[in-house]
């Protein structure tokens, strides 16, 4: 029996037994480094966590159509499976977490979930919400007018439709065809604002207003989410133009380490989305296609949990910046 809400298996979709597995441990890795981040935060250890809890899927589906390191990604700040799916570690993320001088994101001295790395290709967003789809059009741009094959991917909550950033940016990628995928992860909740005080009418549907396809994807379903991708990331190699694609997922944790959820949403609906958990389907998927058993289960587990540690370990022991490299980096030649 298939599980609900996936549309295709993964032999249609052209993936490997070995491309589930890996797309499986990003999912995993993805959360059990958000879980020990919340752990430390609570210790007093982390100043903030901003969490992926329950996005992993749309993450993960949607980045693993990307080559890193040649396509570009312009990530959000809950993106950390789609940075960990393009090659950056739990280390990486710990050592973001904690400041430290080694962080590759900004060598401690942005906050959590400001991703970025030159050889991947992934680049920072800046603090206000949504900036990062000019700047991803603008590359998207210099890939048409090289006349190169790179695709740009790049994602927001729903609450970053509202902004002006949005929409110049799907104007833009619409008049000029641009190799751009815009990614929506909408999580039900802008803060505490909830969808129906925020979007009116479909997120998906506004793409024909600009001229190119929208698509709405269960977003707890990594394979419906990948297979979205791939025709879109498909269609923008061939010079097609843009597509929007709507992932409906759940914000499962408060907005961030500062958020109290209990003020705007019941218990009852979290539980609710909580059964629709993405890895838990993935794994009932891997199940019941013979990929997945209760001895690999928990060697993945400890994989995952053994690496975990190894990234908290050496980022607590890692070094801060000094005074003296305040400076570096922010003028040029330096």
């Known amino acids: 029996m298939a599980v609900e809400g996936t549309r295709t298996t993964h032999g249609d979709l052209g993936l490997e037994e070995s491309d589930l597995r890996s797309m499986y441990r990003y999912m995993l890795l993805a959360r059990r480094v958000d879980e020990r981040m919340w752990i430390l935060n609570r210790q007093g250890k982390a100043a903030f966590v901003i969490s992926c809890q329950g996005q992993e899927a749309a993450q993960v589906g949607a980045a693993y159509n990307l080559r890193a390191g040649y396509d570009y990604l312009y990530p959000y700040y809950r993106d950390s499976g789609m940075v960990l799916t393009l090659g950056q570690t739990a280390r990486d993320q710990f050592l973001s977490l904690f400041a430290k001088r080694e962080d590759p994101n900004s060598g401690g001295r942005q906050m959590p979930g400001h991703y970025s790395s030159r050889e991947l290709n992934i680049v920072t967003a800046s603090a206000p919400v949504g900036v990062q789809y000019p700047q991803a059009t603008g590359t998207a741009l210099a890939f048409k007018m090289r006349g190169e094959d790179g695709v740009v991917l790049t994602s927001g909550g729903e609450a970053s439709t509202s902004g002006g950033d949005w929409h110049e940016a799907m104007n833009f990628a619409g008049i000029h065809d641009l190799p751009v995928v815009f990614l929506v992860e909408n999580n039900v909740y802008a803060i505490s604002v909830p969808e129906n005080l925020q979007v009116a009418?479909?997120?998906?549907?506004?793409?024909?207003?600009?001229?190119?396809?929208?698509?709405?994807?269960?977003?707890?379903?990594?394979?419906?989410?990948?297979?979205?991708?791939?025709?879109?990331?498909?269609r923008a190699r061939r010079g097609e133009g843009p597509t929007l694609i709507?992932?409906?997922?759940?914000?499962m944790t408060a907005h961030s380490s500062d958020d109290n959820d209990r003020r705007y949403r019941e218990r009852d609906e979290v539980e609710v989305w909580r059964e629709k958990d993405p890895i838990v389907r993935f794994e009932q998927y891997l199940e019941e296609n013979g990929l997945l058993d209760g001895e690999r289960k928990e060697e993945l587990e400890a994989q995952v949990r053994e690496e975990v540690e190894a990234a908290v370990e050496y980022a607590e022991a890692a070094p801060y910046a000094g005074v003296e490299e305040t400076l570096s980096g922010v003028y040029a030649g330096e």
């Open 246 to 251: 709507e992932a409906r997922t759940y914000r």
């Open 201 to 234: 009418g479909s997120i998906a549907g506004r793409a024909a207003g600009y001229g190119f396809p929208g698509v709405e994807v269960d977003g707890n379903d990594v394979l419906a989410v990948y297979e979205a991708a791939k025709q879109a990331t498909e």
